[in-house]
């Protein structure tokens, strides 16, 4: 294949894995089920090798897909044996972290859990926080505008990127590397990169926003009695706690007897019986004044009759039981064979009637477990793993519709934070109209002529 | 002139201001200095009047200037007699506040400080906050992605839009009015409406964040003794506080002498003879325990050598008091004829030694009266006023030259929150490459073909 030799010539040999070295590295180091079929991988170590490398793609029509920590969920990632993949593991390097700045800038393939790490040693905190922190790349999580626990207080990743590094698929470097909070200087380009899926051009380098790490981390598990409660005691709790409220997750009673059930290891800290259970966190800088405003808080919470328990973390072996409840979402569902995954954002208030409704749809369905609904619901976000005995595309497709469309009329979105990739892309236009479709269409056609950058995701072109 | 009569058929003579109308509006309401000079001004009272005027605009290649409350700084709003104006002011309607989705749908012509009071019925805040919000409206707030005084806790602008409309050049209606937090559904277009100036589009309407209302507020004003105080007091504060840190706002002792003198009737809280000032304000919930929680940092700050002294405010007076001086930066620079305002951000560590520069080089120049500084110290952000006797168009520059060209090696902006409209057109490439300003440019070609948005602005096209 000519284009494979047109890269080792521009690269280097070692950059540019084909043949037999493509199905060694991802049958056996990533374990895939499937034979890995891909033209070649390219790991580049420098923005310069991403830049060659696009620069001979573009010429040569080629399509590219980048790979980061593989821990999309939507098939962001997805290849087939036409793509050449730009795997950017080697640009791992954390380039500098300046205290006064509170920024550290980082390649794209430094592991999210590396900046948080090292933000740590110097009393900061880098707050994106979620559950693939150990393997996601921070690329993939500006690519996606990652979000997670933390998105309450702090944002979703497009609020944490201060400045941004990125290629476009002609091999044109694009880089604002500044440390500043404020730039209101042209157009924030920075912001085409974010959240687009590698679709408009491949992020190298990223400079992002550090806050002070806080010095106290105070956890409640509370049982609420219906979903206004959720709300108002959100309201109340945001209040009591001004700013330091930092996360507000909603689980589901039979979300919790799962993530709690006897093979999990995991006791419940408040009893069944309840149909919501919520896990709130609030960081802040005196362990002990902000442990009594908490316990104040749910002591007035239980008094006001926002709330009907509560159980507060007592120490740390509290706060990590509490979390890992919440944090392993693995368990769901698993009682069946097959399980489908959403991430649905809807205005707050009709959350809990449409988790009801979806719920009584897909009771009616032979062989469908109902959904084991949670999420950060303070964003307006929730996540549902539902059960299922066949992997048949005509049920996956059935419960998809059953989930998304009331999505349309309610104002929400089919994705709030994973990305549309190739799994959801027949369900953007019930969140997204025509007119935007075709914005996003033109600049895609601006950005990437040939259509070579991730081809396929987020849009047909 | 045929366009005119076009736009009368569309919209009805009522929506369609030229000749002597003109004149009575511009000179008489706005007070104008000079003739004003347009072929028509439109007053569009809604969206679908945006849409028709813009499509025959774009039919006829007729050039479109966006008039919201006219308090922008750096003439992003200035006509010549061959524009057509659309002023949104009769577009304001605030269609709806949504208590428990804590969102408030505004039309582009709200004056800001009239969603501030509205979310503050509810016990809600609107937390964009700065000089003009008596007269600015949301749109060009919106347009500008103003900043302010609170940027530093709950971000500029930008981070305050959930859902967003806007009209395309051709008059497509491009609307995303969802009031949802997340939506990593396809690319975020809103993003390139918002900090552009009026340059990709005309916003109409927006879906704007609103924070649970603080139940107090805090200030003090302390003197520090060098710039390396004015960062660790910084870190200090914000550890201490933590999350309840709203404004940090930087005042050198100049500025502060001149926000004190005689004539501005208002008494310095702190003695003079201190090189830099800082006033800060806490959001809280709790008025007596965040009282003591600032003065104990105070105290502390005095103890560990952050600061030389300092002067909480004691009640609503004291506060009133103290935001006035701050807030009331015409007096700045006002000893001499002319004077020059900017608006830069380079990294927070840089700052002291930039100004002091700048401060040196202006010193030299005969008939200058070196830089009033204060700002937003906390975001990298900091605001100049140089007085100067003449308003040779040679002597602005050259006050240009000297506060514009360090930013470049220090990685600073021309702009942080004012945008680049035309005054700062010539110093764009200081702050941005040639790559980023020509992607500008095709973002600018793809979405106005025929540059008849705002032309001239921002980019030369």
Known sequence: MKIIAVLHEALGASKVLS?????????????????????????????EDVSKTLKICHEHRQSVVVHGGLTNLVGSTEVNADNVVISMEKMNTIEELDEKSRSITVQAGVIV????????????????????????????????????????RFGMTRNLVLGLEAVLANGTIVSSLKKIIKNNSGYDIKQLFIGSEGTLGIVTKAVLKLVEAPKSRNSAFVALNDFDKVISFLKYADKMLAGTLSAYELIWARSYQQMTSEKTGKKPPISYGYPFYVL?????????????????????????GHITDAVPAYNEADLNWFWSIREDTSVLGRDMPYFQRFDVSLPIAQIGNYVEEVQGKLAKINGVVPACAFGHVADGNIHFSIGKQSNSMELKNRINEIVYTPLKALGGSVSAEHGIGLDKKAYLSLCRNEAEIQLMKSLKKTLDPYNILNPGKVLDI
């Open 19 to 47: 043949g037999e070295a493509l199905q060694n590295r991802y049958c056996h180091i990533w374990q895939m089920d499937e034979t890995f079929k891909a033209k070649a991988v390219i790991l580049p170590h420098s923005t």
């Open 113 to 152: 859990e590396h900046i948080q790490d090292t933000a740590k040693e110097k009393e900061l905190l880098f707050p994106l926080n979620f559950g693939a922190r150990g393997s996601a790349q921070i690329g993939g999580a500006i690519s996606t505008n990652a979000g997670g626990l933390r998105v309450f």
């Open 280 to 304: 709130l966190e609030s960081l802040g800088n005196d362990v002990e004044k902000d442990r009594l405003k908490l316990e104040k808080l749910l002591e007035t919470g239980l008094e006001k």
